[in-house]
């Protein structure tokens, strides 16, 4: 047929377009007409095949997933909320203009969506610049907050290591003007508790300061114009070694190669308080003022941290950049040091699994009068530390429940229904989770084995004799031990039951 013919030819072109790297507008327009034509084809056929699949670098979870990722996401929460945090949500899109000149080389991974209603929107990128924009909007200067929710970026997925185009990001902001470093401080022990709590394998978190880095780079002779690319270029030491990062300053961005071989003896450093007044003493960096002051910060970060008894997991690392442009002062990134499993025969590769920092100029971009707020806050990477949990439950091969029904209501003889539900009715408004078969004259042997089948700890049989007695039978699934409980003592029964659970 000629429409499939002529649907083949321009599927070639664009094929050819992307080989030839052509400029992205112009590939995104013939794979739209190449899209309208195989629209036009399917209509004209009369029929539409559905390709069953997820969109590139997205992911369904069922419900063993979800039950995996509910503990994780309790666990994260409730550190939040033990540590004071409110709880606030913004939409899942912004105005384009908001999310524009925020986050560096990193922009072109923003989601922009096609006009709708004369507004130019884009994706949210994550939930920092959303929280800006919130304080800003709303003219407040103080707040510590938690926000929980789902984040886009146009990436290149690689799924395995926890790495998505959509995902979910758990963030803790201290928002407001304090003394030095004691937010800072807090938000790194968040880290320790949650990355302790979740027992992830040994970790550490690495730390910097924005302001030593800039002022590294001045006394190495790296021009102004030149910091936030040569920072860019700094962040990928933890994915490739010095000389494939000292290449790319020298060879695409134009860094003379004495510079880039200054920047080396320091980026390779890494240590605690020691190094720390070590830099103090340094005869270049003491000379620098913003060096001086990052480090004069840093050297207080470690004391509130040694108060807290956390050093031991904290590094403090020159090499750390966090290329994003909005980061003023002290920067950080907890990463896994290895995966405890004998039962994986790789190790997990996951990256970091938090990161943050404080972000001083940020609400000031969107204030009119560009007053400025303080801000600190932490990130903890939600799918890469779901990636470990979930390889680690397979190769455990530990039964996951997916759902906290305490009991099961059952009959052991026929025409019980009416009983069944008048059971499971007051155990509901009283506030027991349970469960019955959807069946007329359900067997018992049927009722006990979905309890085995699903995790369900207890049965709580009616049977005619129990009815005349007053009483329900309750049988402990794990242990068969069957114990005959008064009908109004039942819902205290159950909920001691299944406390020790």
């Not at 790296?222 to 030491?237: A, G, H, N, Q």
């Not at 155990?427 to 078969?437: P, Q, T, V």
Request: hydrophobic share 40%.
């Amino acid at each position: 047929m000629a429409e499939e013919a002529a649907v083949r030819a321009q599927a070639d072109a664009v094929r050819r377009l992307k080989q030839d790297k052509a400029d992205p507008e112009e590939i995104a327009k013939e794979v739209a007409k190449l899209l309208e034509m195989k629209a036009q084809l399917g209509e004209d056929e009369g029929k539409h095949k559905f390709v069953l699949k997820t969109p590139k670098g997205t992911r369904d979870y069922g419900p063993k997933q979800m039950a995996i990722r509910e503990r994780a996401f309790n666990a994260i929460i409730s550190c939040f909320k033990r540590h004071g945090a409110e709880v606030i949500d913004t939409p899942v899109f912004e105005l384009k203009e908001t999310l524009t000149g925020k986050y560096g080389e990193d922009s072109k991974l923003i989601y922009d969506l096609k006009d709708q209603g004369g507004e130019l929107l884009s994706l949210r990128y994550d939930l920092t610049v959303p929280f800006a924009r919130y304080l800003a909007m709303n003219k407040v200067t103080n707040m510590k907050r938690y926000h929980v929710a789902k984040v886009y970026r146009r990436d290149n997925p690689a799924m395995t290591r926890g790495r998505y185009r959509e995902f979910y990001q758990c963030d803790f902001d201290i928002a407001g003007q304090f003394d030095p470093m004691i937010p800072d401080a807090e938000c790194l022990k968040i880290v320790h508790e949650i990355l302790s709590d979740l027992q992830l394998g040994d970790f550490v978190i690495k730390v910097n300061d924005r302001r030593i880095l800039d002022g590294m780079f001045a006394v190495c002779g790296v021009p102004d114009s030149k910091f936030r690319t040569i920072c860019s270029s700094v962040d990928k030491l933890d994915k490739v070694p010095w000389e494939e990062v000292r290449s790319e300053m020298v060879g695409e961005k134009g860094l003379s190669p004495e510079a880039a071989d200054r920047i080396g003896e320091y980026v390779q450093l890494h240590g605690g308080l020691e190094l720390i007044e070590r830099l103090l003493q340094d005869p270049k960096l003491s000379q620098n003022k913003l060096a001086k002051e990052g480090l004069g910060d840093m050297k207080l970060l470690f004391e509130y941290l040694t108060l807290f008894g956390i050093t031991g997991k904290i590094s403090f690392d020159l090499s750390l950049a966090r290329g994003l442009d909005y980061y003023t002062g002290v920067i950080f990134e907890a990463v896994l040091l290895h995966q405890e499993n004998e039962h994986v025969e790789e190790p997990v590769s996951v990256g970091s699994v938090a990161g943050g920092g404080r972000y001083d100029g940020l609400v000031g971009m969107f204030d009119p009068k560009g007053r400025k707020v303080p801000c600190v806050g932490v990130s903890i990477g939600i799918e890469r530390i779901f990636s470990i949990l979930e390889q680690r439950l397979e190769a455990s091969e530990e039964k996951i429940r997916t759902t906290e029904t305490q009991v099961l209501v059952a009959s052991a003889q026929k025409k019980l229904l009416e009983e069944r539900l008048r059971l499971i009715s007051e155990l509901w408004d009283a506030g027991i989770k349970a469960e019955m078969l959807y069946k007329k004259n359900p067997k018992l042997l049927n009722q006990l084995q979905y309890c085995e089948d699903t995790g369900i700890p207890l049965v709580a049989i009616v049977g005619e004799q129990e009815l005349k007695d007053g009483v329900v039978k309750l049988r402990i699934v794990a242990t068969r031990e069957e114990v005959n409980v008064r009908r109004e003592s039942l819902v205290e029964e159950i909920r001691i039951r299944t406390s020790q659970c």
